[in-house]
């Protein structure tokens, strides 16, 4: 059987600044708000804390990214999927919570 390359074009994650794009998008607009309002309000403390913030920000979600780019939605669909698939390895368990669980004995 013969081996087919699979180029790393048709099958990139898509990021934004090197990280998820929705986190980044959030991240980025909420502190861009943020900002604008306390150069409004005249608080260059409260500014300068921002932009460190918006830094520090930037760099976790790349690490994050880095490590696994598909972590946020994973974990998105994970907390959807919640309600219907329960913990219990099995649901003949005593302590199960499962609805499908009948009192066997």
Same mark, same amino acid.
């Given at each position: 059987?013969?081996?087919?390359?699979?180029? *790393?074009? &048709?099958?990139?994650?898509?990021?934004?600044?090197?990280?998820?794009? +929705? !986190?980044?998008?959030?991240?980025? %607009?909420?502190?861009?708000?943020?900002?604008?309002?306390?150069?409004?309000?005249?608080?260059?403390?409260?500014?300068?804390?921002?932009?460190?913030?918006?830094?520090?920000?930037? *760099?976790? &979600?790349?690490?994050?990214?880095?490590?696994?780019?598909?972590?946020? +939605? !994973?974990?998105?669909?994970?907390? %959807?999927?919640?309600?219907?698939?329960?913990?219990?390895?099995?649901?003949?368990?005593?302590?199960?919570?499962?609805?499908?669980?009948?009192?066997?004995?």
């Amino acid at each position: 059987m013969r081996e087919t390359p699979v180029f *790393r074009a &048709l099958h990139r994650h898509e990021l934004f600044l090197g990280q998820d794009r +929705a !986190a980044g998008i959030f991240l980025v %607009g909420g502190t861009a708000v943020a900002v604008i309002a306390s150069v409004m309000g005249g608080n260059w403390f409260v500014v300068a804390g921002l932009a460190a913030f918006l830094v520090v920000g930037i *760099r976790g &979600l790349r690490a994050l990214a880095k490590a696994d780019p598909r972590w946020l +939605a !994973a974990y998105r669909e994970r907390k %959807g999927l919640r309600s219907f698939y329960f913990a219990n390895s099995t649901p003949y368990r005593k302590d199960s919570k499962c609805p499908n669980t009948r009192n066997w004995l």
